[in-house]
Structure formats: C-alpha cells, structure tokens
C-alpha cells in the first residue's frame, strides 16, 4: 500500500541471530538481564563492567542460562575514553561489527536537595550518566553503525520524566540522557541509526536497595497500579524489542517501563 514493500516475517522477529551487541554496566542487575536477553534471542554479547571478577561471573553466568551462548567481559571504567574504545573494538572483533548498543552504566552518589549537593559529585554523575554514554555512540558510529546502521538504548529513568525530591541529582541526569536520545535520533537517522530509551520505575536490584530497604518496598508498591515493582527481566525484554527489527520504525522515543506509576499522580 502506498509503495511500501510489505516487510517479511524475518524482518519483523526479535531474533538477533547474526547480531553483535555491546552492554555497558552489565555485571548485574539490569545491564545483565538485558545482556543474557540478547543472548537468549541470539546476539553475540560484549558485557563491561569496572570490576573484572564480577564481569567475569556475569558472563559465566549467561553461558549457562544461555546455551551456546557467545558473550565476552571487557572490564574497565565507563568514563575512560580508552576503555570505551577497547570495548567497541571487542565487540567488532567478536561479531564482526556492531549492531547493537545499550547504554546502561549508571551512578546515583548524591541523594537530597540539590542545594546541599555536592557540585563535585554532581560532574561525576553527569560524566558517568550521560557524557560516557554520548562517549559509546561516537566510538560505535566510528566503529561501523555509521555504514551499516544499528540501534542504540539508552537506560535512563521516570525519575527523568518526574520530580522525586528525593533523587533529583539523578533525575537531572536521567533527564539529560532522554534528550540526547532524542537529538541523537534525529541526527543519525539518515544512518539507520535508531535510538531510544527506556525510563524504568524501580526495579528490585542491589542498585536501588536503598529506595526500597525496610517498609520501603511494601509503601512504594502501593502507588504502582500493576501492583509490583519492576524486576530485570522487565526492563530487558524492552530492550531486546527496542534493539531488535520489530522497531524498525521507532526512533527517538522514551518508554516508560514502569509498572504504571507515571500514570498516577505521584510518584
């Protein structure tokens, strides 16, 4: 209709057989629930993370939820330029390009008003949150993508679509990453570049054992219509869609994975 060629049913699966994939931050939690879901639907998976023997159990661990699995640990720090162009390079090298990057890596070391922030802290987690990641999508454009296209999912938070009080430091960044997705869309289109995001509410992680220690969990699960919190593989299975050709015309766009809390009026 219209002079579109219909897509065939390969292109529209969410099978990744033949993809190569990059993970940042995926020694656990969600970074290594989405790594293992590529896995599963069968990408070639790179995995970072800043300490190398958690990253190596990581990637043991997806061999054996994932057989046959082909997955690599490439530590290092996620704001050293080096290390970012070290973990471009592993996942050309082991997939033969890059298809697939997931920008995951993220820090909250400041909780409270901002006014009482420190500014030093501050940099960090913007350099960490969201400079790092446009860091990734440069070495991935440079490495490959700007031929021969690819998608990019960045992990940002609701906490960047609404106020907290409470992480705002984080919000502020997570905020930034949604707009950098947005302008990042916009300019590597016409590379066949697709680039989204997605904004999780809390999820049962080590990462936000400070919101929900003690009582904190049974009152934050009140305000969910769903009636939980999130879980990793709910945030991974986004991701694997986002990445893979059933979006193949989504760009640019944020999804909210969230249990329903941004359909309510507080958060």
Not at 22 to 43: F, H, P, Q, W
Not at 187 to 204: S, T, Y
Not at 239 to 255: D, H, K, N, R
Request: aromatic share 4%; charged share 15%.
């Amino acid at each position: 209709m219209w002079g579109v060629t219909e897509p065939t049913p390969t292109q529209l699966s969410s099978d990744l057989t033949g993809k190569s994939a990059l993970v940042t931050g995926a020694s656990r939690g969600i970074g290594l629930a989405i790594a293992t879901e590529l896995a599963r639907r069968g990408a070639a998976v790179v995995i970072t993370g800043r300490k190398p023997e958690p990253l190596a159990e990581a990637a043991d661990q997806i061999r054996t939820d994932v057989t046959g699995a082909v997955v690599t640990a490439c530590p290092g720090n996620t704001g050293d330029e080096t290390h970012r162009a070290e973990a471009v390079a592993a996942t050309v090298a082991q997939g033969g390009g890059i298809d697939i990057l997931i920008n995951n890596t993220g820090i909250n070391p400041l909780f409270g008003p901002l006014m009482d922030a420190d500014l030093g802290g501050f940099r960090k987690l913007l350099d960490t949150n969201v400079v790092a990641a446009l860091g990734f999508i440069q070495q991935a454009f440079h490495a490959g993508m700007r031929e021969s296209g690819g998608a990019v999912v960045n992990i940002s938070s609701v906490a960047g679509i609404r106020s907290t009080g409470v992480i705002a430091a984080y919000g502020a960044s997570k905020a930034a990453m949604i707009r950098l997705t947005s302008e990042l869309a916009w300019e590597l289109g016409p590379a066949n570049i697709r680039v989204n995001a997605i904004a999780p509410a809390i999820v049962k992680t080590q990462f936000a054992k400070d919101l929900i220690a003690g009582d904190n969990e049974a009152r934050a699960v009140k305000s969910y219509p769903l009636g939980r919190l999130g879980e990793p593989d709910d945030i991974a299975r986004a991701a694997a869609f986002l990445a893979s050709a059933e979006a193949g015309w989504i760009t640019g766009q944020t999804l909210a994975v969230d249990g329903g809390t941004l359909s309510t009026g507080s958060m």
